[in-house]
C-alpha cells in the first residue's frame, strides 16, 4: 500500500519553513525520507526506526509516530539548495527491505 | 564514497526489441533493486534480489521482465518484449544488510520505447 504524502508541492522563499507529511494505512516498520532532484537519482537523508522518534539532519529534522503511521519531514530556514521533490519510503515487517514511495513532495526555494 | 552504477544512461529501443538494463551494485551490498519512474510519477518498486534469488516483486514485474546477477559484480534487467508504457527511468538500489544507511540509487537508465 503506498503511502500517502501531502502537499503534493510547496513553494517557499528562502528563509522559510515547510513541513512535508507522510501516512500510511499498514503498521510500519520504518520510514525513510529521500531527495530527488531533476534528472538525478533519489539521494537518502534519513530513517526514522521507532515511534516518536525524532531525528536531525542539518536544518532538516523528520518525526515518526508509530501508533498513528505517520511521519512529518520538517525543512528550516530553507536553503535553494533544498528544492527537490521529497520522497517517503516505508517499510513494513517482513518486506525483504522492499520500500514503498510515497508520489513526492515537489518543493521550490525561490530567492 | 562508493557508488552505485548504471549502464546505458539513455536507451532508446523499437517496441517489441529487448532491452537489457546494467548496474553495478556496491561491491559489500546484499540487497539489489529495480525501481522505475515513469516522467513526473512516483518511484515503483519492481523487483528486490538477495542471495541469488528474487526475493520480492510487484505486478508490474510480469513474465516480460527477468533478472540476473550474472558474475557477482553485474546485477542486470532484461525486458524481453519491449511496450511504449515501459518507457520510464529504471533505478537500480542497493543496500547492506542493515537499512540504517538507507538505499544507495544508480543515476538511471531512461528507457525510451518507440
Known amino acids: 500500500q503506498q503511502p500517502v504524502q501531502s502537499p503534493q508541492a510547496v513553494i517557499l522563499r528562502e528563509g522559510e519553513d515547510a513541513v512535508i507529511n507522510c501516512s500510511s494505512s499498514k503498521a510500519l516498520y520504518s520510514v525513510h525520507w529521500y531527495r530527488q532532484k531533476h534528472g538525478e537519482a533519489p539521494v537518502f537523508l534519513m530513517i526514522?526506526?521507532?515511534?516518536?522518534e525524532q531525528k536531525g539532519h542539518e536544518k532538516i529534522s523528520a518525526s515518526f509516530n508509530e501508533k498513528k503511521q505517520q511521519s512529518s519531514l520538517y525543512l528550516t530556514a530553507s536553503q535553494l539548495s533544498y528544492s527537490g521533490t521529497y520522497f517517503c519510503?516505508?517499510?513494513?515487517?517482513?518486506?525483504?527491505?522492499?520500500?514503498?514511495f510515497g508520489k513526492g513532495t515537489l518543493l521550490t526555494v525561490n530567492p | 564514497e562508493p557508488e552505485v552504477t548504471q549502464t546505458p544512461s539513455h536507451q532508446v529501443t523499437q517496441m517489441g526489441q529487448e532491452v537489457i538494463l546494467r548496474c553495478v551494485p556496491i561491491s559489500n551490498h546484499l540487497y539489489f533493486y529495480w525501481y522505475r519512474q515513469i516522467l513526473g510519477q512516483k518511484v515503483e518498486f519492481l523487483v528486490s534480489?538477495?542471495?541469488?534469488?528474487?526475493?520480492?516483486k510487484s505486478e508490474i514485474f510480469d513474465d516480460q521482465f527477468s533478472v540476473e546477477r550474472p558474475d557477482g559484480s553485474n546485477f542486470t534487467l532484461k525486458i524481453r518484449s519491449t511496450k511504449l508504457e515501459d518507457s520510464a527511468m529504471y533505478f537500480c538500489a542497493s543496500n547492506s544488510d542493515s537499512l540504517i544507511y538507507g538505499y544507495t540509487f544508480g543515476s538511471g537508465t531512461r528507457l525510451t520505447v518507440v
Open positions: 534480489f538477495y542471495n541469488n534469488e528474487i526475493s520480492e
Open positions: 519510503g516505508t517499510e513494513s515487517g517482513g518486506s525483504n527491505y522492499k520500500l514503498t
Open positions: 526514522l526506526l521507532k515511534g516518536g
